[in-house]
């Protein structure tokens, strides 16, 4: 009985220490608007996933006048993405530990060198102690003679894990500016007929939108097939669609950046689409159901059947439902509590009006905190458990 009591303890004690240091660059950088360029570009160049999955590293983040002037030189995203990666270091460098630098400087390796992107050693930061209290980061294969960049402020710590602080300019080298070939030219639609999502397909060439997946290739493209059997079920509601709505529905089913079947498992939450634009949300949530990943729009709830392609940029995968927006059918009414004293048959089907504002509201609560909250709850239902225990000491 005791062993038992201590592994359940220890289990517990691991699951929490196991999901606390969780972290979410692209939700913390979304309270800060005047990062919001840089925040977008991780998210392009899926280097937002990759720090998401370490867990000691120090993101330099700079600001929008900053990224204008790195985008005014046109570079391609893959050579942006070695440019930002010499901002990503493997290791924490939180304020405190920048103005105690040992000895005055320090090297580190940047993602940009540990991903093996970069020759010899140009993907290593030199960081810098200086008068006055600043501190200076340069790249040891910087062209300059001075730090190109200094500390400007944290923030947000999380002491070990992740340190994101902002600095004054962009780090960059001419190993990291070296021309970096983009995407083969792709034809999507032909490559998704070839492999089992011929319907579909054709669906997106009749509506003439194949150019739309194509250009959103360039920075990752993730699109979600409906069988041919679940296409066929739907065709009647399809046709009495007008012809924008044909192409919304179609764009619907296109997520804008790259995601492996791992990777939806692990970031759950709202995802845009190539449909959404501005107050025409035409978003949907991403939830994991043990093994399965399942697509929620409030009007049908569609599961991932299988992978067809999944070869970075371009994911593409089988579902067994097609994708109905709110903004183009009515969402599904909520189920209602048995014998409950509650009940009311007005509310019976929420309108369309209520999901937005149901939707704005789950928006502005952040996913990572009630995330946390919900797995601190667990641990404190499972301590409080154990108290009520015989224990026989």
Same mark, same amino acid.
């Not at 005014?72 to 405190?96: E, Q, V, W």
């Given at each position: 009985?005791?062993?038992?009591?201590?592994?359940?303890?220890?289990?517990?004690?691991?699951?929490?220490?196991?999901?606390?240091?969780?972290?979410?660059?692209?939700?913390?950088?979304?309270?800060?608007?005047? +990062?919001?360029?840089?925040?977008?570009?991780?998210?392009?160049?899926?280097?937002?996933?990759?720090?998401?999955?370490?867990?000691?590293? #120090?993101?330099?983040?700079?600001?929008?006048?900053?990224?204008?002037?790195?985008?005014?030189?046109?570079?391609?995203?893959?050579?942006?993405?070695?440019?930002?990666?010499?901002?990503?270091?493997?290791?924490?460098?939180?304020?405190?530990?920048?103005?105690?630098?040992?000895?005055?400087?320090?090297?580190?390796?940047?993602?940009?060198?540990?991903?093996?992107?970069?020759?010899?050693?140009?993907?290593?930061?030199?960081?810098?102690?200086?008068?006055?209290?600043?501190?200076?980061?340069?790249?040891?294969?910087?062209?300059?003679?001075?730090?190109?960049?200094?500390?400007?402020?944290?923030?947000?710590?999380?002491?070990?894990?992740?340190?994101?602080?902002?600095?004054?300019?962009?780090?960059?080298?001419?190993?990291?500016?070296?021309?970096?070939?983009?995407?083969?030219?792709?034809?999507?639609?032909?490559?998704?007929?070839?492999?089992?999502?011929?319907?579909?397909?054709?669906?997106?060439?009749?509506?003439?939108?194949?150019?739309?997946?194509?250009?959103?290739?360039?920075?990752?493209?993730?699109?979600?097939?409906?069988?041919?059997?679940?296409?066929?079920?739907?065709?009647?509601?399809?046709?009495?669609?007008?012809?924008?709505?044909?192409?919304?529905?179609?764009?619907?089913?296109?997520?804008?950046?790259?995601?492996?079947?791992?990777?939806?498992?692990?970031?759950?939450?709202?995802?845009?689409? +190539?449909?959404?634009?501005?107050?025409?949300?035409?978003?949907?949530?991403?939830?994991?159901?043990?093994?399965?990943?399942?697509?929620?729009?409030?009007?049908? #709830?569609?599961?991932?059947?299988?992978?067809?392609?999944?070869?970075?940029?371009?994911?593409?995968?089988?579902?067994?439902?097609?994708?109905?927006?709110?903004?183009?059918?009515?969402?599904?009414?909520?189920?209602?509590?048995?014998?409950?004293?509650?009940?009311?048959?007005?509310?019976?089907?929420?309108?369309?009006?209520?999901?937005?504002?149901?939707?704005?509201?789950?928006?502005?609560?952040?996913?990572?905190?009630?995330?946390?909250?919900?797995?601190?709850?667990?641990?404190?239902?499972?301590?409080?458990?154990?108290?009520?225990?015989?224990?026989?000491?």
């Amino acid at each position: 009985m005791e062993a038992k009591i201590f592994t359940l303890i220890v289990g517990i004690l691991l699951f929490a220490a196991d999901n606390a240091g969780a972290h979410n660059i692209t939700r913390i950088l979304a309270a800060h608007p005047t +990062l919001s360029t840089f925040n977008h570009y991780l998210t392009l160049t899926h280097l937002a996933a990759e720090i998401n999955r370490r867990r000691t590293i #120090t993101v330099c983040v700079v600001n929008n006048d900053a990224m204008a002037e790195l985008l005014d030189k046109h570079y391609t995203l893959p050579t942006i993405k070695n440019i930002l990666s010499l901002h990503i270091f493997a290791d924490y460098f939180g304020a405190k530990k920048l103005h105690q630098v040992s000895k005055g400087s320090t090297t580190t390796s940047s993602l940009f060198q540990a991903t093996g992107e970069a020759a010899g050693t140009s993907g290593y930061v030199n960081i810098t102690d200086m008068k006055g209290g600043k501190v200076g980061f340069s790249p040891v294969d910087s062209d300059s003679a001075h730090p190109v960049a200094t500390f400007v402020k944290s923030v947000h710590e999380s002491p070990y894990d992740l340190a994101v602080i902002q600095i004054s300019h962009i780090l960059s080298s001419p190993e990291a500016e070296a021309p970096t070939a983009g995407p083969g030219e792709l034809n999507v639609t032909t490559i998704m007929a070839k492999q089992g999502c011929k319907d579909f397909s054709d669906l997106i060439i009749k509506q003439g939108v194949a150019e739309t997946f194509s250009q959103s290739l360039q920075g990752g493209l993730t699109i979600f097939c409906p069988s041919g059997e679940t296409l066929k079920d739907f065709m009647p509601k399809y046709k009495k669609l007008s012809a924008d709505n044909k192409t919304s529905l179609l764009l619907y089913h296109g997520v804008p950046i790259y995601n492996s079947l791992g990777m939806l498992k692990s970031s759950n939450g709202l995802l845009n689409t +190539l449909a959404t634009e501005g107050a025409r949300k035409y978003d949907f949530t991403v939830q994991t159901d043990g093994d399965d990943v399942k697509l929620e729009t409030k009007v049908v #709830t569609a599961t991932i059947t299988g992978t067809l392609i999944d070869e970075d940029p371009l994911a593409v995968f089988k579902i067994n439902k097609v994708l109905e927006p709110t903004e183009l059918f009515k969402a599904a009414p909520a189920p209602k509590a048995a014998n409950s004293a509650f009940d009311d048959d007005s509310a019976d089907a929420p309108s369309s009006e209520d999901d937005d504002d149901d939707s704005t509201s789950a928006d502005s609560t952040s996913h990572g905190e009630v995330t946390l909250l919900r797995r601190w709850g667990y641990t404190a239902l499972f301590t409080s458990v154990l108290l009520t225990l015989p224990f026989p000491f």
